[in-house]
């Protein structure tokens, strides 16, 4: 028997109780957000209106190293958290490899994802601040589902505003946010300036995200007592998200482990960003030397194929400029594309990270990563979400590369979800009707178009 | 900070290595399995063309207390298992009551539920019998799920039959045993005998849980190298099960507790009799004297208004006769009925501990275990499936009772999955439009002229 356990759960008593920011270890800093008119950079100030001041705070933070996590935040994480690191024994026996994989597995709640991480802490710095309720916007459903639940735990309001489509589409996440008392209205809506305006346009729109974020962000800045919350890309949730990597590095070193190679794949950055957030540092502080690999989609290549340039985090243009890797604010990911990942843009301390060299990154086919879904899922016995299994097919292709050197090398990937709700894909990949799409440099090209100018 | 934690897993070194079999333990045994043309007592061979050779001597077995767990199907488990025992202060604190609430929570795992758990051990039994697949029914998918993953990690085929109207309602279930790699046939299919018959009589039925038992076991018993395998009211089942409740006492155990009730939801006996095992156990044995209280659904309740009487343990008549609490092999819940416990009997076991009085039963109408789901998702975030909200709604009135006596009970409940499938449920139950059926006394009569007459 092998002393190493297939998963290893911290207690409660072990689990990490300061979040770890990473921009206080990097030697130069991501650019500011500047504002899109101006150009300046946004102050604090500025910020208030749109996030509660805690995370604003957070948000420009550059030089606090570790913020404490606050008691009731610690509370909602012992529902769920520690998650388990798993060791994938039947994967690597199916691969014949001396190479040893671990994944640290975030999908054991019911948002089914790590986006929960984040929304216990924002929903808890709003009620801190004695606001009334938030608003943001879903599209596949996950960060929809753990606000809610974030919100019920904590007693706010909240009003999600879901993309039309998926709010069509998927009727049971819905379903699922208003069991937790949320208030879900499909994007556009009637109740918003913004949703009247491109309803009159086009009555039969099937909405899309960044239509859904500005009727969000109106309602939270014309509401008394609301504001508005992001499940990824900003730096507060990337803040919030350190907690997988440090619940992880500690149980490796429980484990006499340390990865050689640590793999997450990347939508806006959120997982990725705290699944490496401790290795990173070991990386900035010169203590270890890693490789760091971020998957994307071969469909929606921000790191491997965009520009490192300011642009919108949105496509409705009410957001700031964020300098990041982005494929234009108007790119829009093929229409067979499944589950997130579809982020036009990319987390700016990643894109600074990726920037100056302290990380690689590699894009996935849609068919090989669900060829990677299945071979997991019948070994490990885990569905893992269509996200989620980018980092499954690079650890693959890793292990494999280790059969063939001979090299035992320790392998961390994020495991960020399950795939419940996303099996209408799942049905498309064994119906043989799923594609995988790679842009050509004339598609990329008209997304790059809809970059602002910027100096 | 209280020192109890909100989730206690057991590390793998600590899971039992040996299921428990309860029959071990009673001064009296259930009545014998017979068939139903003679009457007579089943010797353990006529059992052979439908279970495999081991399954079928621990159906039969009432001497033997424990029997090791196979090493493979402990390194299965260790997946999944040992799953958490929760504390669940939130709703401790929300109902204001004196009594400290746990759970075991079994739904973290794909299938979402308990049944795994003897899904893996059945599976193991048949590849190490060089046995080429099972067959099987599905109704709601749990089960068939639950054996999908089992079959893909033992390498064995698998052929589900699922009811048609189940099948359709719920595509997305088919695709994950397909993920795992099962054969998925809407039942009645043009594949069986039994199948064909049906059809002919009405093309278009959308078939029954009865029927597709039928089907699984024509298939089974006339295809070389197969078997036929069931989730639950099977003495076997209960005998796996029991890693449930070996789980829970050694988990209270650490933590200085015991219970002095044991709560669970009854549909065919499987999660209930596995919970309870050690508890009643020691109640046999006059160690301890804790309250074991059944739940069943008012609309189908087996425990609370049925006869203990020889029966047919499927509507189709193709099993032997089990005498059991049963509402008659004929008996049909309400249309409305969400989820699983739709089950006209119940555990030959568990009736005859009824029947001597080892055990309580109670039952409860629908709303209210929705109404109790609700109010549990929302303080310990996680979603619940219907079944095992029967069980959360005793344990919040119990939980209620000790408030208004001011006695500080300990309740440990069997949390079997989760919600994720039962989404419509949940929506009915949001919308006002769920309704919760009580079946008057001809109803139930209806049912009862459906039991065959034995001595």
Not at 85 to 96: F, P, S, T, V
Not at 128 to 148: D, F, H, I, Y
Not at 160 to 168: L, Q, T
Request: glycine share 8%; proline share 6%; aromatic share 10%.
């Amino acid at each position: 028997m092998a002393k190493i356990p297939h998963r290893l759960y911290l207690t409660e008593d072990q689990m990490p109780r300061q979040w770890y920011n990473l921009r206080a270890d990097m030697k130069e800093q991501p650019d500011p957000l500047i504002h899109p008119g101006t150009h300046e950079p946004l102050p604090v100030e500025a910020l208030y209106p749109i996030f509660c001041e805690q995370l604003a705070q957070q948000e420009l933070d550059t030089t606090t190293r570790y913020f404490d996590i606050p008691e009731p935040v610690l509370d909602m994480y012992k529902l769920y958290r520690p998650s388990p690191l798993c060791r994938a024994y039947n994967l690597e026996k199916a691969l014949d490899t001396p190479a040893k994989i671990y994944y640290k597995f975030e999908g054991n709640n019911t948002s089914g994802s790590h986006k929960l991480n984040s929304a216990i802490a924002q929903a808890y710095y709003a009620k801190a601040q004695g606001l009334k309720g938030l608003t943001t916007e879903t599209g596949a459903g996950q960060w929809g589902t753990a606000l809610s639940e974030a919100c019920a735990y904590f007693d706010l309001d909240l009003k999600v505003f879901m993309v039309k489509v998926s709010y069509e589409q998927k009727p049971y996440r819905k379903a699922v946010m208003q069991t937790f008392g949320a208030n879900v209205t499909p994007s556009p809506s009637n109740t918003t300036e913004t949703g009247r305006a491109i309803l009159a346009a086009d009555p039969t729109t099937g909405g899309s995200l960044g239509c859904a974020i500005s009727e969000a962000v109106e309602v939270a800045t014309t509401t008394e007592g609301y504001r508005y919350v992001l499940g990824s890309v900003l730096n507060q949730v990337l803040l919030h998200q350190s907690i997988i990597g440090l619940e992880s590095k500690q149980a490796m070193e429980m484990l006499d482990e340390y990865p050689d190679i640590v793999i997450g794949c990347a939508g806006g950055g959120s997982n990725l960003g705290g699944l490496i957030a401790p290795f990173m540092q070991d990386k900035l502080t010169g203590k270890a030397d890693p490789r760091i690999i971020a998957v994307e989609p071969a469909s929606c290549p921000s790191f491997t194929r965009g520009k490192y340039a300011y642009d919108f985090c949105d496509t409705g243009h009410v957001t700031p400029l964020a300098r990041m890797y982005t494929l234009g604010n108007g790119f829009m990911p093929a229409a067979n594309h499944a589950g997130g990942l579809r982020y036009h843009g990319m987390s700016p301390i990643l894109s600074k990270l990726y920037h100056d060299g302290y990380m690689e990154a590699v894009s996935a086919k849609q068919t090989d990563v669900f060829e990677a879904a299945v071979q997991f899922a019948k070994l490990e016995t885990i569905l893992p979400a269509p996200e989620s299994s980018h980092a499954i097919r690079c650890a693959i292709d890793e292990a494999l590369k280790c059969k063939q050197t001979g090299e035992a090398k320790t392998i961390l990937f994020g495991l960020t979800g399950t795939g419940y709700f996303d099996m209408s894909a799942y049905e498309a990949f064994h119906s043989g009707t799923m594609t995988s799409h790679v842009p050509t440099d004339e598609e990329l090209a008209v997304g790059f178009a809809t970059l602002p100018q910027v100096d």
